[in-house]
């Protein structure tokens, strides 16, 4: 059995490695977005290269104290399961519609994987335990969809919305190419975070 290599960093003094055929790169500390109400381990979303990404504090969520405010962080992305995470990715679903027209961007639906289950097991009217993650991810997008039909209707001009796509779990991501962060919502809904934010494309690359 040969042995394993791993890429190594270090959480408050604690050495922890990923493996080395699924680390993407490393790269700076990246600036994020944060979502009110969310727990406290949940750090915000970042935007890599059009990808948002919901991101947990991994020395939150391992109970470690927080870094000092000069202290540099450093974010490693890996690959597993065909999508982008980072090393302290949060358990969060996220649903995503396009809107294509005279104005382009994204309209995304961000929520813990325990309320996206709440919202399925109200619309199926099944036990959250007997809900698979299809079931999951078809009442998420249809919330997402209702969303940002309401964000479409306040558009300019014609426009048409996509289908939505939903990413369920830990290494949930969205693909947005060129994407800027226009506008946050964020609610509470049964004491758990939910955040709408809204998203623009570039004039230089158009929606999908």
């Not at 055929?21 to 979502?35: D, K």
């Not at 727990?39 to 990808?51: D, M, S, V």
Request: net charge neutral; charged share 15%; proline share 7%.
């Amino acid at each position: 059995m040969s042995a394993a290599q791993l890429s190594t960093f270090s959480v408050a003094g604690h050495l922890f490695g990923v493996e080395v055929r699924v680390v993407q790169e490393v790269i700076r500390y990246q600036p994020m977005t944060r979502v009110p109400l969310a727990p406290a381990a949940l750090a915000g979303l970042i935007n890599l290269r059009g990808q948002v990404i919901p991101a947990v504090d991994l020395r939150r969520r391992l109970g470690f104290p927080d870094r000092a405010a000069d202290e540099l962080a450093m974010d490693v992305i890996v690959r597993t399961r065909d999508a982008q995470v980072r090393p302290d990715g949060g358990d969060v679903t996220v649903g995503c519609v396009t809107v294509t027209g005279e104005w382009q961007g994204n309209v995304l639906l961000a929520c813990p994987a325990q309320l996206a289950r709440m919202a399925a097991s109200a619309m199926f009217n099944l036990p959250a335990t007997q809900l698979d993650d299809d079931q999951v991810a078809d009442a998420l997008g249809e919330l997402t969809n209702m969303i940002g039909g309401n964000v479409k209707s306040l558009i300019p001009g014609p426009s048409r919305l996509s289908m939505p796509t939903v990413t369920v779990g830990a290494s949930s991501t969205v693909p947005m190419p060129r994407a800027a962060l226009l506008s946050t919502v964020s609610l509470a809904c049964e004491g758990l975070p939910l955040t709408v934010s809204v998203w623009r494309m570039r004039a230089d690359r158009p929606a999908g």
